[in-house]
């Protein structure tokens, strides 16, 4: 990939092109944009899994910071708010303040509690806010401040989805808060741990098309959460994109993503009850699998693999899947 600065750009230059992934990127942009013209930056965060479409969608964000925080670029290439997006109100009750933080599981369950990893390229955070968080916060290097984000795992996660989101907050400059336990208590103990105070919205990678999200088809571009749930609006720009989109916008413009979807998986989610998709099996080719991008003309069904009943949804699951 080229310099982190040249990709984000890249992506406000495909935004100009008026083919079907350029006008998906744009609207993605306008949308991302126009929240954060309504909220502000601070109030807005980012759910990042590692999976394909998050990854996705966090390189989008991204563009949309880089261009608020970029001067020199042309005025044609900067995302501009719609007034025709508007923000549903939160309920007046919801607490302004830091809950106090609760461990939602015993620390002994090593299924639930996310591994201690402090990688060198980033720097925990010398106070530890809750046991079952790691809090990675990198030296600025790009012109926006660090990007809010939430790393929900899954039971037994796989080790490389770590790692690329460890080196994903480096790359795009996270302030990550890393859960386990469950989507709805992880956002709990967020809120409980101060990472989380004054975000009003949270972006998330879920896609209508995904066969993996069984609530994905019912939710709206953006919505607030259950009345039950920690109350934020999530919205989700790439919700009208196809399995086809999402590759040919991260091979088109050189994304890193995770090396798994090299192997046969076309979704990840635990190493207990995910494995490669059978579709992608090919005892021709180097580690007897096909990268998840082929074949070209993908069928939107190929990326159900086999797996566990499960959910990535923020209404009431209490599981995630990297789709």
Known sequence: MASISQSLRSVLERAQKQDSLGKLINEAL??????IDILGEQAVAISFNGGKDCTVLLHI????????????????LLPKPSPS?????????????PLIPQPTLPPSLPACTPPPITPPTTHPSPHTPHPHSTHHHPPPHLPYPPIRSIYITAPNPFAELDT??????????????RFGGGMKAALEDWLGCGG?????SVLVGTRQGDPNDACAPAVD????TDPSWPQFIRVHP?????????WQFLLELQVPYCVLYDQGYTSLGSTTNTLPNPLLKNESVVGGWEPAHRPKNVPEGIEKAVYAKRRDTWDNSNHTVAS
């Open 30 to 35: 306008v949308l991302i944009e126009s929240v």
């Open 85 to 97: 997006i508007t923000i549903p109100p939160l309920p007046s009750h919801t607490p302004q303040e």
């Open 61 to 76: 964000y991204a563009a949309v910071l880089y261009a608020r925080h970029t001067p020199s670029l042309p005025s044609h």
């Open 221 to 224: 571009i953006i919505a607030p």
């Open 238 to 246: 790439i919700l009208h994109w196809t399995y086809s989109d999402v």
């Open 196 to 200: 989380g105070r004054g975000v009003k």
């Open 164 to 177: 690329f989101v460890i080196s994903s907050t480096k790359l795009y400059g996270l302030d990550l808060y």
